[in-house]
């Protein structure tokens, strides 16, 4: 599952460690999502597009389904 | 912003003392199991109402170094939780196959030595460490 969580962090100028915060996960989690090695459960991808006020699916998007 | 960090410096508050309540727990989870093993012999020289009631306290501060971990695990995010699963899902499998065969191999006199329990849970121990290291690697 590929994320724009890198680029919409940016734009804002947070920190890994300022969106671990925010989310309530160590910032290794953040970045292993990032990274796309890990990715978030339904509640934890809810809570970040709550955090940047966008839907799930413009910040998360299915590889297989590109 | 500042308020979700607000509560999340609540949330990384409470993973460390959940941590450090474990630690505590499992020091003195420790320091019970060496009095109960080494007390009879040392301490107050075989008394077995000594003896039992040392190895009651050290099962009592097992328990309590139970929940302690328990309340750890619920209190790591997702990722940490799944690291710990898959560590621990290895401990356990390799500590059940092994343990199994090992016991086998005594009962068989396929080995010299009578196989100890001690030998298992430094097994599982070691197995547990790897697959935290491994995961930790996996997601880093």
């Given at each position: 599952?590929?994320?724009?969580?890198?680029?919409?962090?940016?734009?804002?100028?947070?920190?890994?460690?300022?969106?671990?915060?925010?989310?309530?996960?160590?910032?290794?989690?953040?970045?292993?999502?990032?990274?796309?090695?890990?990715?978030?459960?339904l509640p934890l991808a809810f809570k970040a597009a709550r955090?940047?006020?966008?839907?799930i699916?413009?910040?998360?998007?299915?590889?297989?389904?590109? | 912003?500042?308020?979700?960090?607000?509560?999340?410096?609540?949330?990384?508050?409470?993973?460390?003392?959940?941590?450090?309540?474990?630690?505590?727990?499992?020091?003195?989870?420790?320091?019970?199991?060496?009095?109960?093993?080494?007390?009879?012999?040392?301490?107050?020289?075989?008394?077995?109402?000594?003896?039992?009631?040392?190895?009651?306290?050290?099962?009592?501060?097992?328990?309590?170094?139970?929940?302690?971990?328990?309340?750890?695990?619920?209190?790591?995010?997702?990722?940490?939780?799944?690291?710990?699963?898959?560590?621990?899902?290895?401990?356990?499998?390799?500590?059940?196959?092994?343990?199994?065969?090992?016991?086998?191999?005594?009962?068989?006199?396929?080995?010299?030595?009578?196989?100890?329990?001690?030998?298992?849970?430094?097994?599982?121990?070691?197995?547990?460490?790897?697959?935290?290291?491994?995961?930790?690697?996996?997601?880093?």
């Amino acid at each position: 599952m590929k994320n724009r969580l890198k680029v919409l962090r940016a734009e804002r100028d947070w920190t890994q460690a300022d969106l671990a915060a925010a989310l309530e996960v160590s910032r290794q989690t953040i970045n292993a999502i990032e990274k796309g090695k890990f990715d978030p459960s339904l509640p934890l991808a809810f809570k970040a597009a709550r955090l940047f006020n966008m839907s799930i699916e413009d910040i998360f998007q299915d590889e297989a389904a590109a | 912003m500042e308020e979700q960090i607000k509560e999340s410096g609540d949330w990384a508050a409470r993973v460390n003392r959940n941590t450090l309540r474990l630690g505590y727990c499992t020091g003195a989870w420790l320091v019970t199991t060496a009095v109960a093993t080494f007390g009879p012999q040392f301490i107050w020289h075989d008394n077995t109402l000594l003896t039992a009631i040392a190895i009651f306290i050290n099962l009592g501060v097992g328990f309590v170094t139970i929940a302690a971990n328990k309340h750890h695990l619920q209190s790591l995010d997702e990722m940490q939780q799944k690291i710990q699963l898959e560590a621990m899902a290895l401990s356990l499998g390799v500590g059940f196959v092994c343990g199994l065969s090992y016991s086998l191999l005594d009962q068989s006199n396929l080995i010299a030595a009578d196989a100890e329990i001690s030998h298992l849970i430094l097994l599982m121990g070691l197995t547990y460490f790897a697959g935290m290291v491994v995961g930790n690697r996996r997601y880093r």
